[in-house]
Every structure is written in C-alpha cells, then in structure tokens.
C-alpha cells in the first residue's frame, strides 16, 4: 500500500466502539445496567432496529462488541459495517476507516498525497463527474412530495429552489427516478463539485466523487453579493438548514447563507466557506448531540485560531488549550463554557435547535426526543422539568 500507514492501535485508544455507536443513533439502555458491559440500542419500543453489548465501556482500546445473533467485532468492525453513513473517500474501505477514525480522534485526517499509484486512481475514479448525472431545476408548480414529508413548506422550496435541483443518476440500474439534489461549491468556485442526494424512504447519498473535504452545499441568499453576507449558519444536513430557515425567517433577512456540511465535518468545508464571505460571522446550528457538539468546538478552534484537543469523558467532554483544561456538558451552549478561559474574540456564534430536539428538522416536525427516564425519583421530576422548560411551543 506505498506510504499508506496509520497506526490503528494508536486510534483504537482514542476512538471507542460507543462514540461511533453514539454517532450513528444508538443510545444507552441503563435498564441493561452499566457496569462492565452496556447495552446501546438503535430506535425505540417497536421500532428497535439494533442491539449491541459493548465490553469494557471505561477503556476504549479494550472495547468490543457482540449481538445476541453471535455476530461481534471491535470499532474498526463497527465502521466498516457502517461505511456509507460517514461519506468519506478513499482507495478501499481501510483508507476510508481510518478518515473516519482520524476524526472522531480530533487527529488530522490521513492524506495519500505521496501515494503516486492512489493520486492517479483518484484523478479518475474520486473525481466528481457531471456527465454521470442528468439534472434539472425543481419545477416551482410541481414540488416533490418528499419535502412536505420532512414539514418543508412549498414556498420555503421556491425561494431556496436556485440552490436545489433535481438528479438523475444514469449507472444507476436499480432506480431509473429523480432524487433531490444539493449542489456542492467550493469557496468562490461555483462550479459543482458533487450532491448531497436525498430521495424517499430515507434514502440518503453523495453523488460519486463529490468533493466533501472542501465544498459544501452554500445557499447563498444576498443574491451573489458575497460582500453584504453577515451570518452563515451551518448545518449537518440540508434539510436542517431548510428547516431552520422556514421557522426563523422572519428574523434572517437576506445578506445569510446557509451551510450543510452533509453529515460530516472537515476543516476545508469551513474556512473555505467563510473565505467566500469575508464580512460574515459564522454560527455553529449543529445537531443536540455528542457529535454537533464536537463540530461547534471544531468550528470554534478554527476560526479562533486555537490549538484545541477534544476528549470525550463520561460526563460530556474535556477540551484543552492555551495550557487549560475546561470541562464542557453537552447540554449546555458551549461558547459560554469556554469564552472566557479562552479570551474568544466573538467570531462565531451558536443557534442550536431547542433542547427538547435533536436537529432542526425534527424541530420543525414537532418530534422531540425521548426524555430518558431515570430510576430516582427525584431525577425524574427534575428531568421532567426541564422537558417542560425547554419544550418548543408551537
């Protein structure tokens, strides 16, 4: 494999089975009991699609998994059973593994620059290519069903449909139709690097080749008047951006631009972004979870300039910088945690969904998430309280 070389085993000490697990939707069954082993499941009640056992959830190059099936593995086994639901690029699925581990380590990402035999493959194979694709402009008059199902008002789609298309992809042998398209620019480049692709019945994808290091899906609404922009809100998904757009509209005005990173994070996406929009001040809308938390203190070290090491502890997380060790719940706005420890300069701000919600869509949908029941009473009224308190009223 040339120079490709990355230490797995320095990985597998930073990046645990639970926080991939975490990141794909799973969450902790403490009617299961957390002791030596934990149980993480995938949906609730009637709808559970996925039950993994984790072994030794305190020490993270120790974890292992199974399933009461006897299939099992260790992180490595997790990512690669998960592959498309990280959109990341590579040679093979090792190359794409450890991207995918770099990042949830808060390491910087493997490159293959040096790779001769990898750089040619992917001048051809990990190239974006247009012509595979037959695309076209959604039809004001004739607005996808699947924009209702996701709460995306019919009006909300024509004022965004510039920066939405409809595509087609012709190797495609299994479905002949249009799916959603989101086209991705880079920086001041308008010229489309790939597609975040959405299509029903949850289907989710990139166009092959899209360029996710660098580009991004940008809504620019000034108009081309890159100048005049002052807030760029960020985003996992398209969908969320729309969502939020559709329920603060009012209040946005038109010199924004609104940003999916597309389920993932890479520095690029973000400073070349913000390059295009000299003027403007960028803010962290990411998901209520372990992951959109770490994307907002990703975001915040880059447009601060801080050298910052995330560590995830059983509490929420630990950041350190500038000599300092700052403890930061998850719950909680992270830019009041760390502003005065780290003398930020304000160059970026937070409107997260409200807490009762995962992302903006589900906001949009009126689907909160599950409060998690505590087997103390008095945890329980607590909770309950604050479910009340920061429950969207709509």
């Not at 009617?31 to 056992?53: F, M, P």
């Not at 199902?149 to 042998?173: P, Q, Y």
């Not at 890159?226 to 960020?234: A, I, K």
């Not at 995962?358 to 949009?364: E, P």
Request: charged residues 30%; aromatic residues 10%.
């Amino acid at each position: 494999m040339g120079e490709y070389k990355v230490n797995f085993k320095n990985l597998k000490s930073r990046v645990g089975v639970d926080d991939i697990a975490y990141a794909l939707g799973y969450r902790l069954d403490r009617k299961a009991g957390v002791g030596k082993y934990i149980e993480l499941v995938l949906g609730d009640g009637a709808n559970r699609r996925d039950t993994i056992i984790v072994s030794n959830p305190r020490d993270k190059a120790a974890q292992t998994f199974f399933r009461r099936d006897g299939s099992k593995g260790d992180v490595v086994t997790l990512i690669r059973d998960n592959l498309g639901s990280f959109f990341v690029t590579g040679k093979d699925e090792w190359q794409k593994i450890a991207k995918v581990m770099a990042r949830f380590a808060n390491m910087p990402e493997p490159e293959y620059k040096e790779d001769r035999e990898y750089v040619k493959s992917a001048s051809v194979s990990h190239t974006f290519d247009s012509t595979r694709y037959e695309v076209k402009p959604v039809d004001p008059n004739r607005i996808p069903r699947l924009f209702s199902l996701r709460g995306i008002a019919d009006e909300t789609v024509r004022s965004l449909s510039e920066h939405i298309a409809l595509i087609r992809d012709k190797r495609n042998e299994n479905f002949d139709g249009y799916n959603i398209g989101f086209p991705y620019t880079e920086g001041l480049d308008s010229s489309v690097k790939g597609y975040e692709i959405r299509g029903m019945g949850g289907y989710k994808s990139k166009a092959a080749g899209t360029n996710s290091s660098s580009a991004a899906w940008i809504a620019d609404l000034s108009g081309g008047n890159n100048g005049l922009v002052r807030n760029v809100f960020f985003f996992e998904s398209a969908f969320d951006a729309m969502a939020f757009y559709q329920m603060n509209r009012a209040q946005l005005g038109n010199n924004i631009a609104l940003v999916s990173l597309g389920g993932t994070f890479s520095d690029k996406q973000v400073t070349k972004t913000m390059e295009r929009f000299p003027n403007a001040r960028a803010f962290d809308c990411f998901d209520n979870d372990l992951a959109g938390r770490i994307y907002g203190l990703r975001m915040m070290a880059l447009l601060e300039n801080i050298p910052l090491k995330i560590i995830k502890t059983e509490d929420g997380l630990q950041v350190e910088a500038k000599g300092k060790s700052i403890d930061v719940d998850t719950g909680r706005s992270i830019i009041p945690q760390v502003s005065s420890a780290l003398s930020l300069r304000y160059r970026m701000g937070q409107w997260p969904p409200p807490k009762a919600f995962k992302d903006w869509n589900d906001c949009l949908l009126n689907k909160p998430m599950k409060p998690e029941i505590s087997s103390d009473k008095n945890d329980r009224d607590i909770n309950l309280a604050e479910q009340r308190k920061s429950s969207l009223k709509i």
